[in-house]
């Protein structure tokens, strides 16, 4: 063969080479990116790919070794091809020239061209290299097995876990892709929001979401049903817990059903107490999904909140725990004014009892505090004492006006946005601020 047909032939492998180059960079980075959930994804919409796309989810580590030693065989082979040809062609000088030009079509066209391509069509790169890699991995068994081997070794010697073993996909990750999505239009702010309540949903504490036991409607036990047709009427609830003695004593729930035929039989002398049902008592530090799956299987739709001693906490409903995933539900007995409500002078008026988290949500900014979970708690846990209505306070950017108080209870505030002060800001660039730091 002479000189001209070996250049010819090198110059053919040379391509071929780094077209197996392109591939092996381009099936790295898709299959990086599409992860297990699009996997399992594509398995149902492709079930002829089912023994390829199972094969990489039972060891997607292996299959990323695959592609590494190929890439690594194809890029070594196309630089020892290039530097013979380069040689041929210019001689001494070849071997310099070969480096430089091989380094720069490595790095284009074996590795930025390509993986720019997969992370635009990595579903379909995916589908297409899985079979090709399945059957290499075949050719490469026994150095596969070995450098495996080595690998786990030399982790086991450094006592470090490179099992690859994780997790579909995290919380984390979830909650930023439903931002993601939002921020580029494709989930609107309000499938956000319930996507977010669904995520919470386990992690939320009864006590998070409960009607304190300062805003509960009880009745006595001795309170005749003409007194509690009048509760019912005016509170629109359709259940309401019994007590004796007092509220930290509730011995049961009435139900507005129970006694309708008797109060059409005129009979409104008789005392709640005979129509009561049991009450279902669950403790304030428990989860809501959990509650969910009592009071389902117990078909209530009240509980009844303990504190640690036993005392009546608060309740909470059926609806608080839906309300957590779909937002506030308001039926036609609700007259509630928005938590929140902007002013036309900027300002906004907001109820005491908001949570923290809620109240970051709405005016875009983080309130905090680790000693209150809501807007009125914060002002007392900072301050220090009780504050007077028409007391103002300052918390970050934030001017704090208790506008209204009532039973040693902040009902009302208003919030208005103030320049926030140069040292807060160098400050909260530099650390993190205590309740202290910012309500001053």
């Known amino acids: 063969m002479s000189v001209v047909d070996d250049i010819y032939t090198g110059f053919a492998v040379l391509i071929v080479l780094l077209f197996c180059s392109a591939f092996f960079s381009a099936s790295e980075t898709a299959i990086t990116i599409v992860g297990r959930g699009r996997l399992l994804a594509l398995e149902e919409r492709f ?146 929001r319930m996507i977010h309540g669904v995520i919470s949903f386990e992690e939320t504490r009864v006590y998070e979401i409960m009607v304190p036991r300062t805003d509960m409607v009880a009745v006595s036990g001795e309170t005749t049903l003409g007194e509690a047709v009048k509760v019912f009427e005016d509170y629109g609830h359709s259940r309401v817990p019994v007590f004796e003695g007092n509220v930290d004593n509730i011995t049961g729930i009435l139900y507005v059903k129970d006694v309708m035929r008797v109060i059409v039989a005129g009979k409104l002398d008789a005392p709640v107490k005979e129509f009561k049902r049991d009450a279902l008592f669950v403790p304030e530090t428990m989860k809501i999904a959990d509650l969910f799956d009592v009071m389902r299987s117990k078909r209530v739709h009240m509980a009844i909140v303990v504190d640690e001693y036993g005392g009546t906490a608060g309740l909470v409903t059926l609806e608080d725990l839906l309300e957590e995933i779909v ?114």
């Open 47 to 192: 079930p002829q790919k089912k023994k390829t796309i199972e094969w990489l989810l039972s060891d997607m580590q292996k299959v990323l070794s695959v592609i590494l030693i190929g890439n690594n065989l194809v890029n070594i082979a196309a630089s020892a091809v290039a530097t013979s040809v380069c040689v041929l062609l210019f001689g001494e000088k070849g071997l310099l020239i070969a480096v430089g030009t091989m380094t720069l079509f490595i790095v284009i066209f074996g590795e930025i061209l390509p993986k720019s391509v997969a992370i635009s069509h990595f579903e379909r790169i995916v589908l297409f290299a899985l079979p090709v890699l399945r059957l290499f991995s075949y050719l490469v068994l026994p150095f596969l097995s070995f450098v495996r081997f080595i690998v786990r070794f030399i982790g086991a010697l450094l006592k470090l876990d490179i099992s690859g073993g994780h997790t579909f996909v995290t919380r984390e990750e979830i909650e930023q892709m439903v931002n993601i999505g939002e921020a580029s239009g494709v989930i609107e702010e309000e499938e956000r």
């Open 327 to 440: 937002g506030e539900i308001q039926d036609e007995y609700d007259s509630e004014t928005p938590m929140v409500v902007k002013k036309e002078d900027g300002s906004y008026m907001v109820k005491g009892y908001i949570g923290l988290e809620d109240l970051s949500e709405v005016l875009d900014y983080n309130f905090e505090s680790d000693e209150a979970d809501t807007l009125g708690g914060l002002i007392l846990a900072i301050s220090g004492q009780f504050p007077e209505q028409g007391q103002h306070f300052r918390y970050g950017p934030w001017d704090i006006e208790v506008v209204e108080v009532s039973k040693h209870r902040i009902k009302q505030v208003r919030l208005r946005y103030m320049e926030e002060p140069e040292e807060e800001k160098a400050d909260s660039n530099g650390r993190d601020k205590s309740d202290k730091d910012r309500l001053q």
